[in-house]
């Protein structure tokens, strides 16, 4: 029987949320986000809209008009991008090192692309020229690349991809999603034609709005699939000549018309999620990108001194990490998921599992955004410590903690 | 140059909303999002999850075991469902009365259905022998349909389509974003197999969540284009038979999945918007559903009243209005937007404006969710007059208000 007493506000338990993301919102996020509501064509929502394309063009390092927010999860940044640019039977080379190059190939095959990988083991990146020599035995019409897979804590190079992209007339797209903000990305620069992001990483957010950048050559392969709505369609309307693209909430020729000067009505922008959106960008370039970036760097620099101090050992290439987050290998003396629930359930600690091939091999710590923090990284190497002490793994008891700290030291943090 | 000093924290003006939507949010909903963010499979986010799935059962008055969100705004629910319950080349029949109607072939269209319409003149809605004339002619696969259309004001009636599609062997959908918690809507009694929804009207709540229900019917229709995403597939996945849903977002599927007690990973939900949707849900079912329905055509009739007291024309059927939005014909003497303008500036009261063949003909006025309260309804009514009278429109001075104040008396409220 149904009883509305049963269901009370709100309150969730406080956790440090030290896993690979979600992580806890910076309080400021979620105080703008408490914002009372606007209307949709309020000119101060429309101005806060040109507000936020301002500001995540500094994020991605870019001049690209078309910078803005796709309103769902970080996938649904993903998925609007590789609809509105492949199209069906395109030829697309995903380079696959961990599950979310899996997604990239499962979004492209919905798509209907012709979808070829290439692989490394789980926990190696690809060279350039890995990358080149595929290009050019495939001969793709787009390079999708993820730049961190959480999945396997690792960090593909990508700043020498757009000139081969370029040298073999392939348009070029990274996911962004679990590096954005936290380690160099050079959209511009690099070479980049489109780059998805997500706010609940190092972005310090919810998730739930994805920041995307696209080039004026992707606006254009965009732009020749135009497909204008029926109910808001006028005479002066034309269609492109490409193949329409197969989503309309996705479409993001829509979406550009619906951000840019016309203002065409397309979804009602999600107003709360755009507050977020903006005010983690905004704090972002407060502290400045690159010391932002430079903070991500010492703080999981600290967290593999500690666990390495810790006498426990990293997973994959630690030169082509992450900065926000590590693999730790699971000592076979204990059970992965006993001492992840003790942390949880005594120390209110969240760190992470894994998929697929690590499952039950590695854990995954965070150190992103709001909680790439000398406290939060301290606290989380001691609670570690004294999980594992308690289940019986002797580790060099009180080194990891020296470990770490002498990282801060050296640092004069 | 950029100068992220210019950048000054979220702080929109006070707006009182009486559009058609987005509305005010209801502050309960605002502070619930503010609440910190937990793990994505925290028992307790997953409780939450769960207890979401309850509160919208009740709302949709449904059984229905797939009683979920889309993480997106309104339109995402509903494209979420038609990709997953459409296959290309399906026969749709969608009854259009308004531009959401033309929004449903849109979306049709871009899922590779055959579209068939009938249509009426903006301002009616069908008879329930229209619609069945049309499904014997056209035999479609599912019919879809709007219950409130906000672009006419106009409210279908649905109670006795699912008898009609049951007899033909048709899916019933319907989009009741406009409506849903201000207008009566029976998901099992009316027999329907989906219904999409959105928070940013009569809940009180922000775009870019969409609740939605499946029935048993729709699940089996959905399960049987199933399609595990490769990177976390195991031996025992096995894809359906019909075609696959194309796209990785908004296949239902998978989301059912990520609902259910399997928990497979799709996207990461987005946190806040979920507390906003609980909280949405909550505040209605204390006043309890019926009670809160009662308010909304409490206020729209009183807002009837006002509106005609003021000698100005309301637009369409009244009998088939949606209780929480009207349509006001525009005054030939005044200019529409001059006094939409002189509301927003002067009085900081938004109204709205009209879209297609009825743009600069009517003005929409909005009395729903947080908004559907007397004071709103007075104050916009006093603010309209006076401002119509500074634009030299005469109207019978306070008999607007009188005719309002009357419909509140008669109920004691």
Redesign the interface.
Known sequence: M?D?QH?T???????L?M?P?????D??V???????????Y?P??TG?MN?VM??YR?LFRTQNRWTMLV??????GI?AIL?SAIRPGDKVLVPVFG??G??L???AR???AEVHTIEVPWGEVFTPDQIEDAIKTVKPRLLLTVQGDT?TTMLQPLAELGEICRRHGVLFYTDATASFGGNVLETDAWGLDAVSA?L?KCLGG???SSPITLSAQMEEVIRRRKCV????RTAEHQDGDDE????????LGMVMDYWGPERL?????????L??A??CA?II??EGLDVGIARHELHGRALVAGIQGMGLETFGTLQHKMNNVLGVVIPSAVHGEEVRKML?DDFHI?IGTS??PLQGKIWRIGTMGYNARKDCVLQTLTALEAVLNRLGFKTTQGAAMQAAWDVYSQENR
Chains 1, 2 share one sequence.
């Open positions: 149904f509305i269901f506000q709100i309150n969730p338990p406080h956790r949320l896993g993301g979600p992580i806890n919102a309080p400021r979620l105080r703008a986000m408490a914002s009372q509501l606007i209307g949709q309020d101060v929502m806060y507000e301002v500001l500094e309103d769902g999860t970080s996938r649904s998925e609809l599950r979310f899996h997604l190939c499962e979004i919905r798509c209907r999945s997500g609940q919810p998730s739930g709505e029926e109910g808001i329409m693209i197969y989503s309309n909430y996705f479409d009505n397309h979804h009602t922008e999600a107003t709360s999620m507050f977020a903006r005010e905004r370039l407060e949880l969240e998929f697929g």
